[in-house]
């Protein structure tokens, strides 16, 4: 008789000590590790503010960019257009400048989360640079008695271009507020060198053999905007 109490209890003893470990296995799983990658892939639109002011900063860069944005890096075609035109009278006069630049950004420093990023970027496309509009001239020829002259006055276009490799070298970084969209920086530097002026005053057209180039330091705001998972 006591040695079927023994018995008994050893039973009940080993399934109590079973159904511990079964519990224990059975607790709530650890949740999956969150992802670092702090933002989205896919197609990428990305808005540039100069933070420099002044007639030079005009020609600065791209003012947005269309591309990829990829888990550490970034692709994108910049254009940039400005134009600022004025009249007075029958005389009018125009200035554009237009710039295409492919560009890219390589990341070299992320936060633990992802969100916040440092970045390196470069870019080299092409511009062109006009200045135009159409001016009154007055020409005057003596009369044939020698008494006085007779004028007459016509209107002319003119217009100088001149195209040019822009470049530009910099560092900057994101931060993303969610993973589709980011506010940041960059600072660098940008430069620009002719490839050619040319010249046109009403019928006469001419090319002018010169050079130039242009450096400036620059900062700009940057936008953005991510479409993808």
Not at 76 to 90: E, K, M, Q, T, W
């Amino acid at each position: 008789m006591k040695l079927g109490k023994v018995v008994g209890s050893a039973l009940s003893l080993g399934l109590l000590l079973v159904a511990g470990v079964a519990s224990a296995q059975e607790g709530p799983a650890a949740a999956p590790a969150a992802s670092s990658d702090g933002h989205a892939s896919g197609l990428m639109v990305q808005g540039r503010l100069l933070a420099n002011s002044g007639l030079l900063s005009l020609g600065g860069g791209p003012g947005f960019l269309i591309g990829y944005q990829g888990p550490s890096f970034a692709v994108g075609l910049g254009l940039g257009l400005n134009r600022i035109g004025a009249s007075s009278g029958d005389e009018s006069a125009n200035a554009t400048l237009f710039q295409i630049m492919p560009t890219a950004l390589f990341d070299v420093w992320q936060s633990k989360d992802g969100r916040a990023r440092a970045n390196l970027i470069a870019g080299v496309g092409y511009g062109h640079a006009s200045i135009g509009g159409t001016e009154n001239t007055q020409t005057c020829v003596p009369n044939a008695s020698g008494v006085g002259e007779t004028c007459t006055t016509s209107k002319r276009d003119f217009s100088t271009g001149i195209g040019f490799v822009p470049f530009m070298l910099g560092f900057g970084g994101d931060y993303y507020l969610s993973r589709n969209f980011a506010l940041g920086a960059d600072v660098g530097l940008q430069a620009a060198i002719s490839t050619g002026i040319d010249s046109k005053s009403g019928a006469t057209s001419r090319s002018i053999d010169g050079s130039g180039n242009l450096q400036m330091a620059y900062g700009a705001l940057r936008a953005t905007f991510v479409m993808g998972d």
